[in-house]
């Protein structure tokens, strides 16, 4: 197949760079044996590159337009759309598959190498040994998008067939979606460019080297792309499914790297500032990435019991293989380094800083132990059912996911307590007065106890505290026109926010009702609900593939005023049931109505739906808009000086 072919001579060209990479890293250390015979200048390879990425390129294109064409020909097109799929998501089939998925992270990591080759070139030794590493791991990733092909025959697969099927097995009905659009584009464009990240810790490790700038643009732009992808992926099971968040592997995985690398960019900006958190910093910044090549693992290996991971592929154990050579590295790496001196400007002004309990460093040391910690938390829960696995246990092991809520509490609520004493800019009196009103608030809280429940009790003097700190450190930056501080005080708040929606939603109210006729009227918290009008499409006797439909149309109403109306929908689709909710949302409430497909009109007439009033939700999803956006004034603003060439 061409596109199996333009993969291949990406691999060759590639593979040809990192030798001709690898070639001059020899030479620089006056090493003759292989560099005397493999010369190649930095042109060549240069070129080599550009010719490897437009390959890649042009297979990407060449499976874009396979699916566009509906060629049922490739195996990959058959398995994932059909003819009568929606333009938006043939385009988003593309990472829907397995093999689809490696390219677009392949691309990401190549096309990141390429972006380094251009502005920075290989003279330098710590450049070449940044793209020796790029190369490498977009290389492991290529392997695996070559052995997952996504430009498999039909016939190959299906050797009985004498001919191209008419149609295509389509997609999953619950991808059908349109966050599904954004949600895995996210996560594998966040992976991809941490591969930078990780390639400048290390060489940092291995020589002194002014890492940090090279790496900063593309650390913050993983972060946002990877928040993105996590939040959509959260909208896209609220669409689908009973809730916003579970705590499956396929949603905790992301979270866990999202998490670590929070922990490295309040690290980073420490290690910028003030020459502290060195070798620590470097750490954080090797095993983001290395929970990301696991997290790839967990998604598509099938070892470990997800609801809707990739499928089983033994191929994609070799990167929990890559996981464990990359931790055994990293470690060994750390234990050899030493820390860099500081020069006297910088312990200059570090000495400027706030001493005390309270100071900037202790609050920022605190904030990247907590996060470090809810990072472990699932981490562990995650890698529990693969030790059991390897230890010879039964398959298909999941730890309770109430370790998650029940160890991640705690620290979360410390995590609130700092975010809101961070609001107090270099001012111990003000930040010791806070943290006081705020303990202060939590214990009357607690003494008059008004939900009745220790952790809601606990959580809303907590919430309050962080999300009043955070709005008037906005304020006050705001007016300063001060960018940095106003974006990095919005995601706090933005944090915080979440925590509160999330907290309101606990206290959801769901009922499952049974109308008896049109116009049937239910209560349910502070709505009624109105069953209006029952429609049901069956299919044809002779053609019992086509989808079984049935739809039913409510009205809301709250203190006798309509304020909302909609369908909910019930199909049956080639054997597999599928719910379309109908959500009616308000500042203070959600109000989705799920149609159960328990419905007939004669002899006599029942309708069942389940209703939810989940509160809280707009409030939730306006936190993940300030989180993930308010990275994006600091992305772009304008930077001061350039990154000066070794």
Not at 57 to 76: E, G, R, T
Request: aromatic share 12%.
């Amino acid at each position: 197949m061409p596109g199996n072919i333009l993969l291949y001579i990406s691999f060759t060209l590639f593979c040809a760079a990192f030798l001709c990479l690898l070639s001059k890293e020899f030479q620089s250390l006056q090493n003759k044996g292989l560099a005397s015979n493999i010369k190649c200048s930095s042109k060549h390879i240069r070129w080599l590159m550009r010719i490897a990425i437009l390959s890649m390129a042009a297979s990407s294109l060449l499976l874009f337009y396979h699916l566009l064409a509906s060629d049922f020909s490739i195996y990959y097109v058959w398995q994932y759309t059909n003819l009568d799929l929606p333009l938006i998501y043939k385009i988003s089939a593309f990472w829907t598959g397995e093999g689809g998925a490696y390219l677009f992270l392949t691309c990401v990591i190549f096309g990141v190498s390429i972006w380094m080759s251009e502005k920075h070139g290989f003279e330098a030794s710590s450049h070449r040994k940044n793209q020796l590493i790029i190369l490498l791991i977009g290389l492991l990733f290529l392997y695996l998008t070559i052995r997952h092909t996504p430009f498999t025959s039909i016939f190959d697969v299906f050797p009985d067939i004498t001919a191209i099927p008419n149609d295509g097995r389509g997609m999953d009905p619950i991808l059908i979606n349109f966050w599904m659009i954004f949600h895995p584009p996210g996560i594998f464009l966040g992976y991809g460019l941490l591969a930078l990240t990780f390639s400048t810790t290390i060489v940092s490790l291995i020589e002194p080297f002014d890492w940090e700038p090279y790496q900063r643009l593309c650390s913050r732009l993983a972060w946002a792309a990877l928040g993105a992808g996590i939040v959509s992926g959260c909208l896209w099971s609220y669409e689908v499914w009973d809730g916003y968040w579970t705590w499956d592997p396929a949603f905790t995985s992301p979270l866990m790297v999202w998490l670590l690398l929070t922990a490295f960019l309040h690290s980073s900006i420490k290690y910028r500032k003030e020459h502290i958190f060195t070798k620590q910093t470097r750490a954080l910044g090797a095993f983001i990435f290395i929970l990301a090549i696991y997290s790839t693992y967990v998604i598509h290996s099938g070892d470990i019991q997800s609801v809707h991971a990739f499928g089983e592929g033994v191929q994609s154990r070799l990167l929990l293989y890559a996981t464990t050579a990359s931790c055994i590295l990293t470690l060994f790496l750390l234990f050899k380094a030493h820390d860099h001196k500081q020069t006297p400007q910088i312990m200059k002004e570090s000495q400027t800083q706030v001493n005390g309990l309270l100071s900037s460093k202790n609050l920022f040391t605190a904030t990247i132990l907590l996060l470090v910690a809810l990072t472990l938390i699932i981490l562990w829960g995650l890698t529990f059912p693969l030790v059991i696995q390897i230890l010879g246990a039964d398959t298909g092991v999941a730890i309770s996911t109430a370790i998650y809520s029940n160890w991640a509490y705690p620290i979360t609520l410390l995590l609130l307590a700092v975010l809101g004493t961070c609001a107090y800019n270099y001012n111990v009196k003000t930040r010791s007065l806070a943290l006081i009103i705020a303990a202060c608030g939590t214990i009357l809280f607690l003494i008059i106890a008004p939900f009745k429940n220790l952790h809601t009790d606990l959580s809303i003097p907590l919430l309050a505290f962080a999300s009043i700190s955070s709005l008037l450190a906005v304020a006050k930056n705001a007016r300063q026109k001060q960018i940095y501080p106003t974006s990095t005080h919005l995601i706090h708040l933005g944090t915080a926010l979440i925590l509160i929606g999330a907290l309101m939603s606990n206290y959801t109210i769901s009922e499952t009702v049974l109308f008896q006729s049109l116009g049937d009227t239910k209560n349910v918290g502070d709505y009624d609900i109105q069953l209006n009008d029952l429609i049901a499409t069956s299919p044809k006797i002779n053609e019992p593939i086509l989808d079984s439909t049935k739809t039913a149309t409510y009205s809301i109403y709250k203190n006798g005023e309509q304020v909302g109306k909609g369908s909910a929908t019930f199909e049956e689709h080639k054997g597999q049931y599928i719910t379309h909710v109908y959500t009616h949302r308000s500042i203070l409430a959600d109000v989705r109505i799920s149609y159960q497909g328990i419905g007939t009109t004669t002899p006599i007439f029942i309708s069942v739906a389940n209703i939810k009033v989940i509160p809280g939700m707009s409030i939730l999803w306006s936190g993940c808009s300030l989180v993930v956006f308010g990275m994006l004034p600091i992305i772009l603003r304008r930077k001061k000086g350039s990154i000066a060439k070794k």
